[in-house]
């Protein structure tokens, strides 16, 4: 016991510590409250470790060492960028769409300067941010009006709460959703207010289904877009005609949350023509009232929630006092509205997500060759260039793979989830796929800038 306490008298006190040199250089770095911080928890690991291990001494090298390892780690921000070698494009983990550089030009001016965010410059008197948008979305989209919030999840149960708020909403069992496990259309649904009402089984829902559902206490109908799986075999749901139609017939409204938030025909980013992705025009045009979308999955966009549709709803929904709390934010409204513009010209290519999803299998063939040249030259391990599937991801198109080529890295000692490992601790930690024991670097979702780094960090780890 009184071994104990001695150990524990070793070591220096707070006061004794934040005079260090080297303390004190990182201390203007990061702030002395944080450098005090983090010297206490290292502390607190030292003490812990005394009163476990009798064997344990304070060491000031070790102690040293260990602060400095967590000074640089703190010094660092905590989000950063990394680099996606997976293969799939809207990697929701990976924060979804990169934004269009034109839109990030926008982005930046509106955050460094004042802008008429919510000021009619022609009448001098206050407006609306929404005014920004609604005119480029309504053009694009083919709507009578357009709203924009946060998120499509905001969309979706500000619509709800707008138009539904206490009265029954009937939507087939087959698209009682889960999307990135914190949207369950059951949760939003109740969070609204309005009532769900489900009809016909998990994989078959008919027409007949919904119109024996509807009651007098009906306000809408729901169609939610399956994004992230597929039911396959012996499926039926109703066409989004006939359903409009059915809610026209009872005076009802027609709701449909898309999802990804396709704005250009699915050819344009090489969609197969049997595929259940549908633009919002064609939703619209088949007869929804009101179409919910992300800005940041297919769209290609900061994250937003859109909504088009009829004027005397959007009106509506509009007004509701939700909408204040799901407004969006000036920066993302400057980058929104750029990337519509480039829409609006047909400039595909220099929206991220779309460019990366429309490349061509010799691009990606000739990149995936020259990446495993250059890496050849510098590290020593089996070096092949394949073919790989990639994905759309992120919600969207969940039977769609893309045929992608790859670089696959195999090292005579480490295996793959070890030098996984090591790619995911770097200071631009890199993200990769692997099968085996190689990794594979999927070149589709690699940008320009990302290849020197991807060749200089793998020759700093495997020739270590
Ligand atoms: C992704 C998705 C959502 C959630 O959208 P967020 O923009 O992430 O809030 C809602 N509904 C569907 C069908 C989706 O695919």
């Known amino acids: 016991m009184s071994d104990t306490r001695q150990r524990l008298k070793e070591i220096p ?22 450098i005090k911080r983090i010297i206490n928890q290292e502390l607190n690991e030292i003490r812990k470790s005394i009163l476990n291990d009798e064997n344990f001494e304070f060491n000031a090298e070790t102690f040293k ?10 010094s660092r921000p905590n989000l950063k960028r990394v680099i996606n070698a997976t293969g799939v494009v809207i990697h929701t983990n990976l924060g979804r769409s990169l934004i269009a550089p034109e839109a990030v030009k926008a982005m930046s001016e509106i955050a460094l300067c004042y802008s008429n965010l919510e000021y009619d410059l022609k009448a001098g008197t206050r407006g609306q941010r929404n005014s920004l948008i609604e005119d480029l ?15 499509n999840a905001g969309a979706v149960m500000l619509c709800l709460a707008a138009l539904a708020k206490n009265s029954e909403v009937v939507m087939s069992r087959g698209e009682l959703v889960e999307i990135g496990g914190s949207f369950r259309i059951p949760d ?28 007098e206490n009906t306000k809408m109908l729901l169609k939610i877009h399956p994004s992230n799986f597929r039911i ?7 066409e989004r005609r006939d359903l409009a139609k059915l809610s026209r017939d009872k005076n009802l409204i027609f709701m449909e949350d898309a999802g990804s938030g396709l704005l250009v025909d699915g050819e344009i980013i090489n969609l197969p023509s049997n595929s259940n992705e549908i633009t919002i025009k064609s939703c619209l045009e088949h007869g929804a009232d009101i179409v919910t979308f992300s800005g940041d999955k297919i769209l290609g966009g900061p994250q937003i929630g859109g ?4 004027k005397i709803l959007i009106d509506k929904i509009k007004k509701y006092p939700m909408a204040r709390a799901l407004r969006v934010d000036k920066v993302t409204m400057a980058g929104f509205e750029a990337t519509l513009r480039l829409y609006a ?11 990366m999803l429309r490349l061509s299998s010799d691009f990606m063939k000739d990149k995936a060759v020259e990446l495993a040249e250059k890496l050849s030259h510098k590290i020593n391990a089996e070096i092949r260039v394949l073919p790989v599937e990639d994905a759309a991801g992120g919600g969207s198109c969940p039977e769609i793979k893309l045929d992608g080529f790859g670089v696959s890295i195999k090292h005579k000692n480490f295996g793959a989830g070890y030098v996984q490992k090591l790619l995911r601790g770097l200071e631009v930690p890199i993200l990769c796929g692997a099968r085996e024991d190689e990794i594979v670097l999927h070149v589709r979702t690699l940008q320009k800038t990302d290849y020197d780094v991807v060749i200089n960090s793998l020759e700093k780890i495997l020739n270590a």
């Open 13 to 34: 006190g707070m006061d004794i510590i934040l005079n260090y040199d080297w303390v004190q250089t990182w201390s203007e770095k990061i702030g002395r409250i944080r």
């Open 65 to 74: 060492n260990s602060c400095l390892n967590s000074f640089v780690f703190a």
């Open 137 to 151: 979305l309504c053009s694009i989209t083919g709507a009578e009006a357009a709203f924009v919030v946060n998120n």
């Open 188 to 215: 939003i649904m109740e969070l609204s207010g309005a009532k769900l009402i489900e009809c016909g089984t998990t994989n078959r829902t008919h027409l007949y289904d919904y119109e024996r559902a509807i009651t």
């Open 232 to 238: 396959e075999g012996f499926t039926t749901s109703p």
């Open 307 to 310: 909504i088009v549709g009829k």
């Open 345 to 355: 010209q047909g400039r595909y290519d220099e929206i991220p997500t779309l460019r």
